[in-house]
C-alpha cells in the first residue's frame, strides 16, 4: 500500500488540487445555498405530477396530463432503476453537491485524457484545467443546462479511452470505454453524445489512414472492434434511455412531420430548418476565443454606473440607481444570435498554444484534432455557412434532430486545448529537435497579439451594430418618445460595446504577453520545465476563473429555503384549485403558455416547456392557435379554465369556460377524412360535443352500422391515475365516445370489462372507442412494452459491464503479479 501512494503521489496531489479549486469557486455550495436556474425551475414545474405519485406509489409515472395535454414522461424524468450508470451518479454526486459534482468531473475525466496521452501529471493537471474552465463549460451550468453539462464532463475520458484501444491496450480501453459511454448516454443528452460522434469518426478516419500506410490493418480491425462491443455494451445499459426515447422521438417535433403542407405551401417533412439553425455562431464571433468581450459577452446585465448608457440616464436626471437598471437591461451583445448567455471563450493563451501546436506536434493526433476542429468549428456557423451545414444537415443521419448548432464549439473547447498541452509537451521534450522553433513561437504568439491589439487601439473596425439596427433604434425612439434620444441612446450603447471589446482586448493582450515571456524563458533556458507549466497552469487559471466568474458567481447561487417553493401559488391557481374535478385543464394566458412549465406545478395544463413536443400538438398550435385561439379546440382539450391578465393594471383573473367537452363525451356524428390534412383542416370550426372527426386508416376497426345516437347516455371518470384512468358509462345503444386525452399508440391499451378493444384517434390528437350498449367500465393503461424490454436489457448489461471491469481488475493484478 505504502508503494502504491508513492507511485500514485503526483496524481492524489493533482486530484487534491482538483478538490481545492473546485471547493473556493463554490463557496457558496458549502454555505448551503443552491443555484437559481431558469431552466431547473421549468423542470421543476414539469416533473411536479411525476414525483407526487411517485411519493405516493414508490415510483414515477410514465406518463403525464401536466403537459401540451398529455405525453410520457422519458424525457421530463425517468428512474432508469435497472441502470448501473444510475447508482454510479449517484455515488459521483454525493462527494460533492451540485454543481460542484460537475466541475470535479470534468477536471478528472480531462485529466484522465492527458494521462492517457503519457502527459506527466504537472503538465496533465495544466490541460485539464484549460479544457474544463472554458467559458461555456459553465455558462451551461449557470442556464440550468445541467444534464448538458453532465454529458461534456464524459466526453474527454470517452476520448481517452478510444486512444486506449487504438494504442493497443484494449482491455482497460474498452473496458473504460465502455463505463465512460454508459455515463455519457445515462446524461440523457444525445446532442452532445452525437456531436462527439462527429469527432471521432474523423479519428477513425485517420487511424484507418495510418493503418493503410503502415500496413496494420489487422490491428486496426481488432482495436475497432473492441471498441464497437463497447458501444454495444454502453447502449444495452442505457436501453432505458434510448429505446423508449427512439420510439418517442419519431413522434414529436424531432420526427417526420404529420401534414405534407404548410399554411405557407412549404414542405413540412422533417425539422425546420430555419429553427435548427436559430442559435448559429456568428463567422466572426469566433473573435471570442481570445476576447471574451469582443461580441459584447451575454445579452444583458453587463454594464454599470460607468458606462455611457448610465450616463446618458444620469444626464437625463434619472438616479443612479435607476440609471443602472436601465443600463443593464439593453443588449450589450451584438451577433447574430437571438440572445446569448455569454461568449466561447477558450484563453488567449490556449489557441496561441493550439496554433503554435500545429507547427511542433507530430503524429496522427495532430491531424485528427485540426480536422475535427475545422470540421466542427464549420459546422457551428450553421446558416452562417450553409455549404458545410447544409449538406450534413440534408445528408448527414439524425443531424437534423438538434437545434442550436453552436453547441457543437464545445468539440473544439476540448481540442483545442488539449493540443495546446501537447504542444508544451513538444517543446519541452523535443526543444533541441524543432527547427526553427523560436520562430514558431513568435509566429504563433504574433498572430493573436497582433489581432488582440488591433481590436484593443481600434475596437471601431468592428461594426458593433446588431443585424437590425435600424428597427432597434426604432424601438427605443417609440419607448423614449424622441428620435433624437433614442439615436442619442444607441450610440451610447455602441460606444460602450466598443469600450468592453477594447479592454477585454488589451486585457487578452496582457495575458498574452505574461504566456509567451515564461515560454520564451524557457527556450532561452532562464527557467525549466517545472516552472513553465506552473506558470502556464496558473496564469490560464486566473485568466478563464476570472471570465467564468462574470457568468457563474456567487450572486447565482440563493438559500435553500427561496427554492423549496421556487413557483409561487397565485391567488387564481388557489381559486381554480377549489374545482375537486378529476381532469380539467387549465390555459395560463399572462405568459406564452407553450413556453412556461409553472402553471403545471399546479395543474394540468395544456401549455408546458419541453423541447420534444409531440408533433401532432405542435402542428394543432401552428394550425389552431397561430393567431387568434380556436375555441372548438380548447373545448375538445377540456380547458375548462383561462387564467388573463389586465393589461393596464396587471391584475390577474381567472375565466370558467362552460364549453368545455369534458373528460370523456358520446358524439352523434363521426367523419371519416381522407388525410392529415383534411383532418386538421375539418377541426378549423366544428363542434366537439356532437362531430367526431376520424381518419380512413381506423375505418377498418370501426362498426358503422353500430354506431347510433348518443341519446339518454352517460360517461363520467371514476378514477384518475397518469398511467391509468377509468371511466364508467350508461348507453341505451352502441355509441362513439371520445376522450379529452393525447392520443399515442406507442403503449396505451384500452380495455371495456378486461376486454381490450382497439384505440382510435379522432379530431387529428384525441382517443375514441366505440362502445357496446349496457352499463360497462372502461379502463386506459399506460403499459409500453418499450419499458419492459428496455428494463430487462439494461439489467442485463449493467451485469455484463460490473462483471467485466471486476473482472479487468482480477486479470491486471494477476498480470502485476507475475511481472514482480
Not at 577 to 599: E, H
Request: glycine share 6%.
Amino acid at each position: 500500500m505504502k508503494n502504491w501512494f508513492k507511485e500514485n503521489s503526483s496524481h492524489l496531489i493533482v486530484i487534491a488540487i482538483f478538490f481545492v479549486l473546485v471547493f473556493f469557486y463554490f463557496s457558496p455550495v458549502w454555505q448551503g445555498k443552491v443555484l437559481s436556474q431558469h431552466d431547473v425551475v421549468q423542470a421543476m414545474g414539469s416533473q411536479k405530477e411525476l414525483f407526487d405519485y411517485k411519493e405516493k406509489d414508490g415510483h414515477a409515472p410514465n406518463w403525464t396530463n401536466s403537459m401540451f395535454g398529455g405525453m410520457p414522461t422519458y424525457q421530463i424524468w425517468y428512474e432508469h432503476a435497472t441502470n448501473v450508470g444510475t447508482y454510479i451518479s449517484k455515488a459521483i454526486k454525493a462527494v460533492f453537491p451540485s454543481p460542484a459534482d460537475i466541475i470535479l468531473t470534468y477536471l478528472l475525466g480531462a485529466y484522465f485524457l492527458l494521462c492517457v496521452l503519457r502527459l506527466k501529471p504537472w503538465l496533465a493537471a495544466a490541460g485539464a484545467i484549460a479544457i474544463t474552465f472554458s467559458s461555456y463549460n459553465f455558462i451551461y451550468i449557470e442556464a440550468g443546462h445541467v444534464n448538458k453539462a453532465y454529458a461534456i464532463a464524459y466526453l474527454a475520458p470517452i476520448i481517452g479511452a478510444v486512444i486506449m484501444c487504438y494504442r493497443g491496450n484494449r482491455l482497460w480501453g474498452g473496458l473504460l470505454l465502455a463505463l465512460f459511454l454508459a455515463l455519457e448516454i445515462r446524461t440523457n443528452h444525445v446532442q452532445m453524445t452525437y456531436y462527439l460522434f462527429l469527432a471521432l469518426l474523423v479519428y477513425v478516419g485517420v487511424e484507418l489512414y495510418y493503418a493503410i500506410r503502415e500496413k496494420k490493418i489487422a490491428d486496426f480491425v481488432k482495436n475497432s472492434a473492441v471498441q464497437l462491443g463497447a458501444v454495444i455494451l454502453a447502449v444495452a445499459v442505457n436501453a432505458t434511455v434510448l429505446f423508449p426515447t427512439y420510439e418517442y422521438s419519431k413522434l414529436t417535433t424531432r420526427g417526420k412531420a404529420n401534414l405534407t403542407k404548410t399554411e405557407d405551401g412549404k414542405s413540412t417533412a422533417g425539422l425546420d430548418k430555419e429553427y435548427a439553425y436559430a442559435w448559429s455562431q456568428g463567422v466572426g464571433e469566433n473573435l471570442t476565443f481570445i476576447i471574451p468581450n469582443a461580441y459584447g459577452g451575454k445579452s444583458q446585465g453587463v454594464l454599470d454606473e460607468k458606462s455611457h448608457v448610465a450616463k446618458f440616464f444620469t444626464n437625463l436626471g434619472a438616479p443612479q440607481d435607476q440609471a443602472v437598471m436601465y443600463a443593464q437591461s439593453l443588449p450589450t451583445y451584438w451577433g447574430e444570435k437571438s440572445f446569448t448567455s455569454g461568449p466561447w471563450y477558450f484563453g488567449v493563451g490556449i489557441v496561441a498554444l493550439f496554433i503554435l501546436g500545429l507547427f511542433v506536434v507530430r503524429g496522427k493526433l495532430k491531424w485528427w484534432i485540426l480536422w475535427a476542429t475545422i470540421l466542427t468549428i464549420l459546422l457551428s456557423f450553421g446558416k452562417h455557412f450553409p455549404l458545410v451545414s447544409d449538406l450534413f444537415f440534408d445528408y448527414f443521419p439524425m443531424y437534423n434532430k438538434f437545434r442550436a448548432v453552436e453547441s457543437i464549439l464545445i468539440i473544439p473547447s476540448i481540442l483545442i486545448p488539449l493540443l495546446a498541452a501537447l504542444a508544451i509537451h513538444e517543446i519541452i521534450t523535443r526543444k533541441e529537435e524543432i527547427v526553427d522553433l523560436d520562430k514558431k513561437v513568435l509566429y504563433s504568439f504574433g498572430v493573436v497579439g497582433v489581432l488582440c491589439l488591433i481590436v484593443a487601439l481600434m475596437p471601431n473596425i468592428l461594426s458593433f451594430r446588431i443585424a437590425d439596427h435600424q428597427n432597434f433604434v426604432a424601438m427605443l425612439s417609440q419607448q423614449l418618445g424622441d428620435a433624437n434620444l433614442a439615436s442619442q441612446l444607441a450610440d451610447a450603447l455602441i460606444k460602450d460595446r466598443a469600450s468592453l471589446a477594447s479592454s477585454d482586448a488589451w486585457r487578452s493582450f496582457f495575458i498574452l504577453v505574461l504566456i509567451f515571456a515564461f515560454v520564451w524563458a524557457f527556450l532561452k533556458r532562464k527557467t525549466n520545465a517545472t516552472v513553465l507549466i506552473v506558470a502556464v497552469g496558473a496564469i490560464t487559471l486566473i485568466d478563464l476563473w476570472s471570465v467564468d466568474k462574470r457568468y457563474l458567481n456567487n450572486d447565482a447561487f440563493v438559500d435553500k429555503s427561496v427554492l423549496k417553493n421556487p413557483i409561487v401559488e397565485r391567488e387564481v391557481d388557489q381559486l381554480i384549485k377549489l374545482d375537486k374535478d378529476l381532469s380539467y385543464r387549465v390555459l395560463d394566458l399572462t405568459t406564452n403558455p407553450f413556453s412556461d412549465a409553472r402553471t403545471s406545478y399546479f395543474h394540468k395544463s395544456l401549455g408546458g416547456y419541453h423541447a420534444a413536443k409531440l408533433m401532432r400538438f405542435q402542428e394543432i398550435l401552428e394550425h389552431q392557435f397561430n393567431g387568434a385561439i380556436n375555441e372548438d379546440v380548447l373545448d375538445m382539450f377540456n380547458v375548462r379554465y383561462l387564467i388573463t391578465k389586465d393589461s393596464q393594471n396587471n391584475v390577474e383573473s381567472i375565466q370558467r369556460r362552460s364549453t368545455a367537452a369534458g373528460n370523456a363525451w358520446f358524439v352523434d356524428k363521426v367523419t371519416f377524412v381522407k388525410d392529415n390534412d383534411e383532418e386538421m383542416m375539418a377541426i378549423n370550426s366544428f363542434d366537439p360535443s356532437k362531430e367526431a372527426f376520424v381518419h380512413q386508416e381506423f375505418k377498418s376497426k370501426i362498426d358503422e352500422k353500430r354506431l347510433g345516437l348518443a341519446n339518454n347516455a352517460s360517461i363520467k371518470l371514476t378514477s384518475y391515475h397518469p398511467d391509468k384512468l377509468e371511466y364508467e358509462y350508461t348507453a341505451p345503444n352502441d355509441v362513439f365516445a371520445v376522450f379529452s386525452e393525447v392520443y399515442y399508440d406507442k403503449g396505451w391499451k384500452a380495455y371495456v370489462d378486461g376486454e381490450e378493444v382497439p384505440i382510435l384517434r379522432a379530431n387529428y390528437i384525441l382517443r375514441a372507442l366505440q362502445l357496446p350498449g349496457g352499463n360497462h367500465k372502461v379502463e386506459f393503461v399506460f403499459e409500453p412494452t418499450t419499458v419492459k424490454v428496455s428494463n430487462a436489457v439494461s439489467l442485463a448489461g449493467s451485469i455484463v459491464l460490473v462483471l467485466g471491469l471486476l473482472g479487468g481488475i482480477f486479470v491486471s493484478s494477476r498480470k502485476k503479479k507475475t511481472t514482480k
